[in-house]
């Protein structure tokens, strides 16, 4: 009986090893978890400090689990667009541009070309050719500056700003280490240290440091306990910023500041100007109101998405900032129906 026993232990304990050892090295060949940093090779360091990096032009790679394909101006482009599907028909199509500018949520974090935000509108409104210049990591500093480097010279009609809140948190621009990671301003590179999962089972785990560092299959189930934990934390925080428990956490000296910034950018771009507000988990009452409130100073057509999504908009499964593809339709039909009742 305790034969049998032990037969049957020690057949469980090498089944368990060996399933293991073939996640790992799935996961390492297939390239779906790396050990070592594995930064998506899309950015370029720009002379302009005031730049610092832009998306690397003409590229055609997977990054950010979708496809990132640039035009030779570094710009995010729409494969199904008229303008970039025949480029040397481009004179002839003669489409009015309209910039769309923003950080990560313009660029397309996550989702395809063809389902980015300018993607969508030029689907809506297909008589008008929308640039993406939209770059992860942007601040407003950064895309004014781009703006007046390229766009500016396209000649757009009009232009639309899209505005989420971790805008107001820094105008420093990130810079490009030599691995190609983003990087704060200011910050150094430290010596790479274990992150280990320190809740529940697994932080008993012997050995758990040297598994963050060194195993693929690990590295990939703490990305899952992250992502569930993650989602927990966003819908707790949505629920308890709609029922008034949380306050608005933005710094008003810092959107004081970024209201002189964007007047002072304001002056020098197209009269048709849409300042789009993206949401996020929070309930931003006295600081939209004033954000709204200078815009419109400003002579912004405002497009409050929180009207249709409040702050509750759906995001990406495996992240809990960038919005979901069905979300970005939304936006894009309820942005559409505000530009054509515009001067447009």
């Known amino acids: 009986m305790i034969k049998k026993i032990c037969t049957n232990g020690a057949l469980l304990i090498s089944s368990l090893v060996i399933f293991t050892l073939v996640i790992e090295f799935g996961l390492r060949i297939t390239g779906l978890q790396t050990v070592k940093p594995n930064p998506p090779q899309i950015y370029v360091t720009d002379p302009n400090p005031n730049i610092s990096y832009t998306l690397k032009p003409s590229i055609n790679t997977k990054a950010f689990r979708s496809t990132v394909i640039t035009d030779s101006n570094g710009f995010r482009v729409n494969r199904t667009s008229s303008f970039h599907a025949a480029p040397k028909n ?6 009015p541009n309209i910039a769309v500018l923003g950080d990560s949520i313009t660029f397309g974090y996550g989702v395809e070309n063809e389902e980015t935000l300018p993607a969508k509108l030029e689907e809506l409104i297909p008589e ?58 200011g910050s150094k590179p430290e010596e790479k240290i274990c992150d280990p999962i320190e809740e ?6 012997p050995g758990k440091c040297w598994l963050d560092t060194h195993s693929a299959f690990y590295k990939a189930y703490k990305k899952l306990v992250n992502m569930i934990d993650n989602n927990r934390d966003l819908e707790a925080t949505q629920q308890e910023a709609q029922a008034g428990y949380i306050t608005d956490p933005v710094d008003m000296k810092n959107l004081e500041t ?87």
Do not use: C
């Open 90 to 95: 481009a004179e002839k199509i003669r489409k």
């Open 128 to 185: 008008y050719h929308f640039i993406n210049t939209g770059v992860p990591g942007y601040f407003l500093n950064q895309e004014v500056a781009l703006y007046n480097k390229i766009t500016r010279k396209m000649d757009p009609e009009a232009l639309i700003l899209v505005f989420y809140w971790n805008d107001l948190d820094n105008y420093n621009p990130g810079v490009l280490d030599d691995q190609g990671i983003l990087r704060a301003a």
């Open 200 to 205: 529940g089972i697994l932080g008993y785990l």
């Open 258 to 344: 970024y209201i002189e910034k964007l007047g002072v950018f304001t002056d020098t771009i197209p009269v048709d100007h849409y300042f789009v507000i993206w949401p996020d988990r929070y309930v931003h009452t006295k600081s939209k109101n004033e954000l709204i409130r200078a815009a419109k100073k400003l002579e912004y057509t405002v497009i409050d998405l929180t009207e249709i999504f409040g702050n509750s908009a759906k995001t990406l499964g495996w992240d809990t900032v960038h919005p979901h593809r069905e979300t970005i339709e939304k936006a894009a039909l309820y942005i559409r129906d505000v530009i054509e009742k515009s001067t447009l």
